[in-house]
């Protein structure tokens, strides 16, 4: 229960970073706010030659507002999202679901840049990135790329990246008209990881839907953009259309049974949730109280 | 490989050569002798380990004691003494908010930094706020009952 020997090297720069990374041939950790990683090194289920921390880079931790979307430096922690005026104002899902986010403790260490990094297919940030459409910043030894963050997760645990590239900011581009939102999560213990998760808004016109984004969570080996739900809302008009819409989301979904739940319970809770979320996403677009 | 660190714990200043991989909360226990700081399940679920660095409750069993360079840390032997309980102990001791006594460091480092950041006004936020933190005794009733009465007290309405 205690991590294995490493060389630890602290670079103030991005660039020395991915030096470090590089040179590590593959045997390296990233540690950012090592609140997954350190659990792994305590188990010795990863045992890195050599972990880089990234704690003494600067201005790697900001939220700020970019035209249509809220830049992200990749070090901004999970409590800095929780608490912060501008996100609350700018990206309404994402800050409903930060308290979902493990506990404050985790919170107060843990990072954006390390939890997609993670790529935990339960974990909310991900699911956010997706639902958003953001754009991940990356930086390697061949220069810089940015990945759309539906491409960045490939299964669970395992993101996209090259062994020396690392994450330093994320884009999330602001979806200024969707009036109404809702972020739904079924935990087994509050700020445990999600059995099942869902996030919706909705832009309205004279009655109708013109627009819908739907993203969920716990029910595949990634977070998921479901463009068929989102189809299937628009045009619709009624505020029960929520148990067609919760249809629509068990049947876009094959999650898999687990120690914790079977596949059929995450079916129908996914539906469940989404029948719930649109209902509050609705009622916050027609501009009354959820 | 060893590195040098400084840090202060409960405003006094410690200065020591570590090897990198030494977890904080062993730096707390073994490394200068503060046991107040208990070690559970090492892998950031049970909370007993929780302490305050520059102000905010982290999981000491989850980060590296050479993080901790250049930090303040208040541990619970920082909360009070025997004599003087801080407000939070005694509600604990007035409540009977421990039972074994094994989870009440990370439960009172846990509850210092709910009642900075949240308004904790309800008995279901205070309990989501402890859902990091087990007690295997089960005496989350208590626990929950002597932070309500912190905070009563702090809103001026005595419970």
């Known amino acids: ?290 | 490989m060893k590195m040098d660190i400084g840090v202060t714990v409960n405003g006094r200043k410690y200065q020591a050569s570590i090897e990198p991989r030494l977890l904080l909360s062993d730096f707390l226990r073994d490394t200068i002798g503060l046991t107040g700081t208990h070690v559970g399940c090492e892998h950031g679920v049970c909370g007993a380990c929780t302490i305050l660095v520059n102000g905010d409750s982290i999981r000491s069993c989850l980060t590296l004691a050479v993080r901790a360079d250049g930090m303040d840390i208040v541990t619970v032997e920082g909360l009070g003494t025997p004599d003087h309980l801080n407000a939070l102990q005694t509600e604990f001791r007035e409540k009977h908010g421990l039972q074994c006594g094994f989870c009440t460091p990370g439960m009172l480092m846990t509850a210092m930094d709910l009642l900075k950041k949240y308004p904790l006004a309800s008995d279901e936020e205070i309990r989501e706020g402890l859902s990091g933190n087990l007690c295997r005794c089960t005496g989350y009733q208590n626990i929950v009952a002597a932070i309500r009465s912190v905070v009563s007290l702090r809103n001026g309405s005595a419970s």
């Not at chain 1, 630890?8 to 990683?37: F, T």
């Not at chain 1, 990234?54 to 992200?72: C, G, K, Q, T, W």
Request: glycine share 6%; proline share 6%; net charge negative.
């Open chain 1, 1 to 290: 229960m205690k991590p294995a020997a490493f060389d630890y090297v602290a670079p103030n720069s991005l660039e020395a970073a991915v030096e470090a990374i590089a040179a590590a041939n593959g045997d390296g950790k990233i540690l950012a706010g090592g609140q997954s990683l350190m659990p792994l090194l305590n188990f010795r289920m990863a045992r890195p030659s050599v972990i880089v921390d990234l704690m003494h880079i600067p201005d790697m931790s900001f939220i700020e507002r970019r035209d249509d979307a809220v830049a992200i430096g990749a070090l901004t922690r999970h409590a800095d999202l929780e608490f912060s005026d501008l996100i609350a104002q700018n990206l309404p899902v994402m800050a409903a679901a930060m308290p979902h986010v493990a506990h404050l403790a985790i919170r107060n260490k843990g990072t954006i840049g390390g939890s997609l990094s993670h790529a935990d297919p339960a974990a909310e940030l991900p699911m956010l990135a997706v639902f958003y459409g953001a754009a991940i910043k990356v930086q390697g030894t061949s220069g810089r790329r940015d990945i759309p963050a539906e491409d960045f997760f490939v299964s669970a645990l395992t993101n996209c990246l090259d062994p020396d590239e690392i994450v330093f900011e994320i884009d999330f581009p602001v979806l200024t008209s969707h009036a109404g939102w809702a972020f739904e999560e079924v935990a087994r213990r509050f700020g445990d990881f999600a059995l099942a998760s869902i996030a919706v808004s909705l832009e309205i016109l004279d009655g109708r839907i013109v627009d819908a984004r739907v993203a969920v969570m716990g029910v595949a080996d990634t977070p998921r953009r479901l463009r068929e739900a989102e189809d299937a809302l628009r045009g619709e008009g009624e505020p029960k259309t929520a148990a067609k819409f919760g249809k629509i989301v068990r049947a876009c979904v094959s999650p898999e049974s687990d120690i914790h739940v079977s596949a059929e319970y995450r079916k129908n809770l996914i539906g469940a949730l989404a029948e719930r979320a649109f209902t509050t996403a609705w009622t916050r677009a027609v501009g009354a109280k959820p």
